[in-house]
Structure formats: C-alpha cells, structure tokens
C-alpha cells in the first residue's frame, strides 16, 4: 500500500484498502472556520444529536473575514463562537487565531498519521507532517461532527520526485507551481500527490506546507510527505499526543510517477487566471504592480517572511505599491518581531497586519480595484479573486513578490 | 425527469465564479443565489428559470471548499448539473446537498446553450430535445447511490444513527 492507503486502512476496520474503495474513515481531527462553520452547525442540528462526538477532536479558527470586517461576518464568527462555547469545543479567536492551515500544524493539533478533515480546501496542507488530510464541505463536516467518522473514495497516488539541488531564492511553492504547470489545475484530480526526491529532503518544513498546501490546486484530495529528520525535528516541542509514522511498502502501487530535474529551476510565476498559468520569472519581468501581498497558508510562515526580510533588507518599497505582509499566526508575528523583521517591514514602508485570509480570498485587507494588479504569495489567481472581476493577480514565492514590490514591477530577486 | 434549458460553461468554472467569496458572508439559499455566476456570466440570473441545467467541460466546481456554490445554483433554480469531469469537493457538495450531477463528454460535446435537454436521473440518460440524441451518464457507485437515495448525507446519517441506536 502507499503511504495514504495505510493510513486510511489504520483508520477503518479493514487490513486493506486499495484506490476506488468506498470506506468509512475514522477522523483524528475535524476543523472549520467562520465561513464553513455556520452552514455546518446548521447542518448538525438538522441531524438531530445533542452533542458532537467528541469536542476534543473539533476545533473552529475564526480566520477569514476576522478581526470581523462588517456586521455581517461579526454574526458568522458570533454563531460559530456560541456554538464552541456549548459543545466545549476550542474555537481559536482574535488574539489567539492564525490562518488555519499556519495555526493547527504549530500548535501540534496536527500530527503523522492522522486523518484531518477540513470545511477548507486547503486543509491538505497537513500532508506537510506525514497526515492524510483533505478539504470537504460543511454538510461533511456536520455529518462527521456527529459521528467521528466520514465516507471517502480511496484516492490512488501520483508519486512526484523532484531530482536534483534547487538553487536560492527557489523553494516550495516554485516546485509546487512548477507541477501544476506541467499537470494542470486538473492534473491530480481525485489522486492523492506524494512528494519525494533528492530537493524535497532539503526542503524546509516550511517549503513543504506550501507544496502540500497547494495540492487542490492540481485538484488533488491530498498531498503528502512521508515523515524524516526535519519533520520529526519540528514535531518535537510540538506534538502532544501519540502518533505513529506510516510508511509506503516497497511495492505500493502508483498511478504515475513524474519526475524533475529542479537543478535549474528558477523562481516560477502563475499569471492570471489560473494557478496552472506558470512560467519562469525571467519571462514576466517588467510587469508593472500596485499591490503585492506576502502571506497566507500557502505562504505566511517564519521561513517565508525571513525570505521576504532577506530580499528588503538595505532598501526600501516602492512608492506606489502597496506592500502588505501578514504574519500567518500570533506567534510567527511574535518571532519576526523578535528577529527585527517586522521593523525591517515597517522601516521600509511596508503595511503589516494581525493574521487573516482578508485579501486572498477578496474579503478584506487589501482588496483590489479595477485594473489593478497585484503580486501574491496566495494560492489562487482566479477571475475577481482579491476584488475586481477586471483586476489582475500573480502568484509567486515570497522573495519574488517582495523583490517586485521594490522595484514597482515583477522582478527576480537576484536583480534587486 | 427533469427537463431544462442549458446554460453552457467551459473548463475549470471555479467556485468562486459561482459565488463570489465577497459574499460568503451569507449562508441562506435564497440570498446565495441572487449572486450566482454573476462574475463570469451576468446575464445569468436574469436568464435562469428554475429547472434549468448547467452544462460544462471538464473540471467544473474547482477551487475553495464553499458548499454555498452548490447550495447557490440549486436555490437558483438549476435543477442539474452535466460536465465531463467535477472538481472532487464541490462533486461531494454537491451529492451531499441533492443537486444531481453527471459525468458525460459526449452529452457536453453534443449539447449547446439555449437547447432544451431532459434528463432521467434514474437511468442516467440525458436527451438532447433539438434533435433527440440521447447519451448516458457515467453511472454512480452503489455508495453513491445510497446516499443519493436516502436524500444526501444529512439524511443518511440520521438514518445511521437511528438504526446504531436499535442495534
């Protein structure tokens, strides 16, 4: 079996699974936010139980439209709120809430082995610690907050094995663009994605949250790591319970394996409107920018601001971009303000703010206006996507995006 | 049987073109559906009637886990939904709410905006009135069907819990 048959078999009554198989899944850990949430809740109390299964293995973060950016999404977070507060379940709010996927992983919520399912789409970023964890919808998760467990269709595996020494300024999310380029926003569609190889063992946690994270973005159900040194280095002060590390048996069966030679792959660059849309960063240089935004699940991590900081350090941001940086939890901010980035930020002009999927997803926080384009670290570059229908996003990497926000246009951080 | 106008789409509709995330601060079908496609269509709300089916290519419901976009065109009166492939959340959002969908490349290559198409969820077969080609839909596994059946997942799990709770 690969790595996410055994963990989905440990996870049912069976010995075997095998791709196409209709199973009933025990969960580890069910999460939702103030969006999914409220449909969810509803959804539960059509079912007809008192209580959820077990509220230690709820947990809701208030993270979208929050510290609340109308009245509307204050009465979303407020439902979702009272909801936790009766079934005793950890609901992460202002002051304490980080971006889910950023959030769960650090505070070891989220460990190998695990099934984690999520009313997010990104919620196989967890892949990243050796977890199976996919994205579902509220109705799922209503349906699991009731009984523990959920319906799945075993996934085969697409095994992807990145060859080679990445050169600087590359990392996960070049890789990640890099293959959803080649395979498309389709490419992965039902498959689980296992990622491997020479570059991904050198890849720092951080690199592989984002690979993982962007796996829906080739359509995939997961995207997963198998447990080494770095991950068990990152688990240590983190994880608080139990867990146990699958890995795949030597004669698991692949659907494909794809290989790269990343050797030298440059930093990668999704035009609009798709994240398959990829070309290297040479290629889009000169585009002109009025925002760029570094942050998010995909990028909101310690090693990307320090990326970011790395880039800025001795200059300042163009005036008229508008640079925002979002720190992906309370405590990456709380770490980069130690290491005197946030100042560097500050200094040189940038906008820094509380942790919030705000412009990502168009909500709040750095909206966009029509004809405006805009440099992101995000995830997705759809139509209309951070605001306008007839504004414009690009998704790159975190030193990419602040090198572009110095010189006012996309640009390769060895040029600035 | 349902019988509908078609609203054809081309690959990767992604749910954020079938409801906006500046509007995920609403939950009610009705207030969702008044904001249905309206970023990549706008004509589309004032040209739906309900029983109308969407028809698209490949990949169709891509993108974030919002079951507002299913809950959205069923509110809006779609009736079904016809693609040769579905993003994989919104293809369970969408079972698990009871808007039916069905896989078909042939019925999309052969069916075009404005025809006048039924369907019989039953066998799975869609015609295509304007000229009575008739084509079938991938048929769903036995699970699937299950839960369609029991009139998605919300029941289904009433029912599991009912028949745990006799046991």
Redo the contacts between chains.
Sequence with gaps: MTLVEKILAAHTDKKKVSPGDFINVRVDLILANDITAPIAINEFRRIGVEKVFDPEKIVMVADHFVPNKDILSAEQVKFMRNFCNEQGITCFDVGQMGIEHVLLPEKGMVLPGDVVIGADSHTCTYGAVGAFSTGMGSTDIAAAMATGDIWMKVPPTIKFIYNGNLKKWVGGKDLILHTIGDIGVDGALYSAMEFTGKAISTLPMDGRFTMANMAIEAGAKAGIFVVDGKTSAYLKLRAKRNFTVYEPDNDARYERIIEYDVSSLEPQVALPHLPSNTSPVSKVKGVEIDQAVIGSCTNGRLEDLRLAAEVLKGKMINPKVRCIVIPGTQQVYLEALKEGIIELFIQAGAAVSTPTCGPCLGGHMGVLAEGERCISTTNRNFVGRMGSTKSEVYLSNPAVAMASAITGKITSPDDV | MLKGKVHKYGS?V?T??II???Y????EPDELAEHCME??DGEFLSRVEPGDIMVAT??FG???????AP?GLKAAGISCVIAK?F???FF??AI??GLPLLESAEAVDNIKSGDIVEVDLSSGSITNTRNGKVFTAKPY????GE?IAAG???E???K??ADSRRA
């Design positions: 990767d992604n954020d073109e906006p995330a500046r995920l601060y609403l939950s970023d990549i490949t990949n891509c993108g974030s886990s919002r079951e507002h809950i492939s993003a994989r959340i369970r959002n698990n709410i596994p036995a699970f699937m839960l998605g997942l919300i289904h799990t009433r599991r819990i």
